[in-house]
């Protein structure tokens, strides 16, 4: 319930009937004061997504540790108690977008460079121009090389590398004809992959790639849902099973996944920020390995409890729907991962 003053007129300002107490009986709207500073409007809207009351808590407590327990009291008729499932992963894929962006990964690449003495570690800061590279027991000569081979983008370690050293030598084969010419698709995939790797190290598109695709993560999981709730649907009873039932396990199962992909994430950064240690290597791998145990293995109790079947039944029929939507998201993840690799700048 809002804390808001009440207007002293008691006339609806939605319906314009006599309002009795605090909510309009007719209409539902609260009959409070529509003038509002910004710190009201922080607070309206913070209450607004989490129902005030602990309904937040109490939804993502339920979310993490109790499978398919939201969608059996949604569907049930209790929801008030808990957040809605639409409100529920849109604030989650909100808080997921705002905290991925807030933490870019900035951290520096460590790679090895052959030479006759000791491995020497090169420290790379900035991958654009006026580049600041640091090492040890380098020649001049040895020097002068690194930095014009990260200058030019045209580095023999590029494992990118196909043949074609620029756009430039691109065109020319095309319009020489000495080889087949190749189709306008071809040629356009060929030519922001060349385009690529002439202006980028190895290095440099790894980080660049692993930046972006990870941005996408949210965007593949929503694409994927209508599916995977359709997949559902397929494999239960279309008398007592609606779409719209699918729907809501399916809005829950994903908000859980994308919850548990931002707390890992958070606990990745947390632990870069910490001096390294074996102990806390080993933590940060522990938490990892529980964290992605728990993704693979949440869907097969929140299965059986939520559909009511047999042990056996419940996990077949999990088993052949994870198998499904497993390889229908891996195909997305493949297709948006070779989008972002070509549209690398």
């Known amino acids: ?19 009795e107490n605090r ?30 009351e602990n309904a937040f808590w109490k939804t993502i407590k339920n979310l993490i540790f109790k499978p398919a327990i939201l969608t059996r009291e949604y569907l049930s008729g209790k ?17 997921t977008f705002f905290l991925i962006n807030v933490f870019p990964n900035n951290s520096f690449k460590v790679f090895k460079v052959d030479s006759e003495d000791p491995i020497e570690i090169v420290a790379e800061k900035d991958i654009r121009a006026n580049r600041i590279i640091t090492s040890r027991n380098f020649s001049k000569k040895e020097h002068h090389t690194v930095l014009k ?16 050293k620029s756009v430039r030598e691109l065109d020319s084969i095309q319009k020489s ?9 071809e040629y356009s995939l060929i030519k922001s992959i060349v385009s690529i790797t002439e202006n980028n190290t190895t290095t440099e598109i790894i980080k660049k790639f692993s930046e972006s695709f990870i941005h996408i993560i949210p965007k593949i999981l929503i694409i994927c849902m209508p599916f995977f709730a ?56 522990l938490v990892y390995f529980i964290g992605f145990g728990w ?32 390889f229908v998201i891996i195909i997305f ?13």
């Open 79 to 95: 929801r008030l108690s808990y957040l809605a499932p639409v409100r529920l992963y849109i604030f989650i894929s909100f808080i």
């Open 230 to 285: 359709f997949s559902l649907w397929l494999f239960h009873n279309k008398k007592r099973w609606y779409y719209f039932d699918h729907g809501i396990f399916t809005l829950h199962y994903f908000s859980f996944l994308l919850l548990l992909f931002l707390i890992l994430f958070l606990s990745g950064k947390i632990f870069s920020l910490l001096r390294e240690s074996a102990t806390l290597t080993f933590i940060n791998g």
């Open 23 to 52: 909510f309009c009986s007719n209409c539902g709207q609260e009959n409070i004061d529509t003038r509002k500073t910004f710190h009201h409007l922080f607070i309206h809207f913070f209450e607004d997504l989490t129902h005030y």
């Open 177 to 185: 004809g000495v080889k087949k010419k190749l189709s306008g698709l």
């Open 1 to 19: 319930m809002s804390h808001s003053t009440l207007r002293k007129d008691k006339t609806c300002l939605n319906c314009k009937y006599v309002v």
């Open 295 to 326: 993704m693979l293995y949440y869907f097969f109790p929140a299965h059986r409890r939520f559909y009511g079947e047999s042990r056996l039944i419940s996990f077949l029929k999990a088993l052949f729907i994870f198998l499904i939507n497993f």
């Open 149 to 164: 081979t990260k200058e030019t983008g045209s580095n023999k370690d590029n494992s990118f590398d196909f043949g074609i």
């Open 333 to 345: 993840f493949i297709l948006f991962a070779f989008y972002t690799f070509i549209n690398i700048h």
